[in-house]
């Protein structure tokens, strides 16, 4: 019940969460996000199967109809917000966490690839499902002939027009996952997601990953006999699917609306949002969470002395040495707990120097959060002294590091 709040996040609140999960979806292993990106796939294939069926026949105006379709699509997000999964789309928000420096850009890319790739792979395994179901020939087949012309509809649009559509569709959704942040209970997201997401399918913006099962299933209707004939039925003649080729998938609809996506969802959400709440402290990520000063205390003292020190200052760790120019090592309360009282040994003869860790390791205050995860497992050490213009201003410890990962 600690820090108990019903309040929704601020905004500048929301902007630390969103980096802070970025740096936990960079630095996923490959099994647990390729698994979580399949099942975002299936997720909004999901949303937007129900859209297709839900539309098909209604009588309702145009404006009505795709509002309708816009507010049941919501599912797909509202399954991958709630339950858990890895979307690309969403994913373009981690961008916050690289322009902080909090993730390298080999980090940033890999995901995105591994979870673009794992999105198409949940697509693809739907559009198969889907057409073992017999749902496409339900109702004459016009379930089929509405889920063949929404694909031959994305083929057929040119290269700018996707591109934009594209930025303008993730502008919308990221928009949703970043309102989903300031909430606190599964209620909150679940209505942070309905009115930007059924906006952008009610104005007809594209999706990359929904596009990843709208234009496949249509390559598959394309030969089916059954759903041709219903569809030359209901619209007096046959269909012009020349663009709806694979090609017409990957290039002319796939390549365009990604990098819209990217565009919308990363730079003009993402970046905008970084730039306003987090450029002040980006430059020199550690400071914020440094453990200042730093205290120091002679080699030659008690093991007491040193845990004295730690309460007055409030710190858990101290450097060892004369003063900050010739600290030889440092002592924290792991160092104590594994090597003195885990041993069984007296805390007033026990010295420093004999359970200090050495040698120090220093890093400038500038360096990103990711170099310093780096240089702490190169070295097997849990601490780093931080400088400034070569004079010890902090060190860092896990423990910070860990404390400033969570909101």
């Keep these: 019940m600690k820090n108990f709040d019903i309040d929704a996040y601020t905004p500048a609140q929301m902007a630390a969460r969103v980096e802070k999960a970025g740096i936990v979806k960079g630095n996923l292993d490959f099994l647990s996000m390729f698994t979580l990106s399949i099942m975002a796939g299936a997720f909004i294939a999901f949303g937007a199967i129900l859209y297709t069926y839900v539309i098909h026949d209604s009588s309702l105006s145009l404006g009505l109809t795709k509002l309708l379709g816009g507010l049941v699509f919501c599912l797909g997000l509202i399954l991958v917000i709630v339950a858990g999964a890895e979307l690309f789309t969403g ?24 979870v673009f790739c794992g999105n198409l792979a949940g697509s693809l395994a739907m559009v198969f499902l889907l057409s073992q179901s017999g749902q496409w020939t339900e109702a004459g087949a016009s379930v089929g002939v509405k889920a063949l012309m929404i694909a031959n509809g994305k083929v057929n649009l040119t290269f700018l027009q996707a591109l934009s559509r594209g930025i303008l ?62 569809a030359e039925g209901l619209l007096g003649q046959v269909p012009d699917l020349s663009r709806l080729t694979i090609y017409g998938f990957l290039v002319r609809n796939l390549l365009p609306v990604s990098l ?17 709440y987090l450029r002040r402290t980006a430059a020199e990520p550690v400071r914020k969470i440094m453990t200042k000063g730093p205290p120091m205390i002679a080699s030659d003292k008690m093991v007491v002395e040193a845990i004295e020190m730690m309460k007055r200052y409030r710190v858990g760790s101290v450097l060892v040495g004369e003063s900050e120019d010739n ?25 420093v120097e004999e359970i200090m860790s050495s040698p120090l390791i220093s890093v400038d205050v ?33 423990k910070d590091l860990l404390r400033g990962a969570v909101p």
């Design 260 to 276: 819209g996506n990217i565009i919308g969802g990363g730079l003009l959400v993402g970046v905008i949002y970084w730039f306003v």
């Design 91 to 114: 994913n373009n928000l981690i961008v916050m966490a690289y322009v902080s420096r909090k993730i390298s850009l080999r980090r940033l890319l890999r995901n995105w690839t591994i």
């Design 169 to 230: 569709c993730n502008i919308l959704v990221c928009l949703a996952v970043w309102l989903c942040f300031s909430g606190r209970s599964v209620t909150d997201k679940v209505l942070a997601i309905i009115f930007p997401i059924t906006a952008f399918v009610a104005l007809g913006f594209e999706h990359s990953v929904a596009n990843m099962y709208f234009v496949p299933a249509g390559l598959v209707l394309k030969h089916n006999t059954q759903v041709l004939s219903a």
């Design 327 to 351: 600290a030889v090592g440092i002592v924290s309360e792991a160092d104590i707990v594994r090597n003195v009282l885990a041993a069984g040994a007296n805390l007033d003869t026990v010295k």
């Design 366 to 398: 500038k360096t990103p959060i990711h170099k310093i995860y780096h240089t702490m497992t190169e070295h097997c050490i849990r601490h780093l002294v931080i400088t400034e213009l070569g004079k010890k201003v902090g060190f860092i410890s896990v």
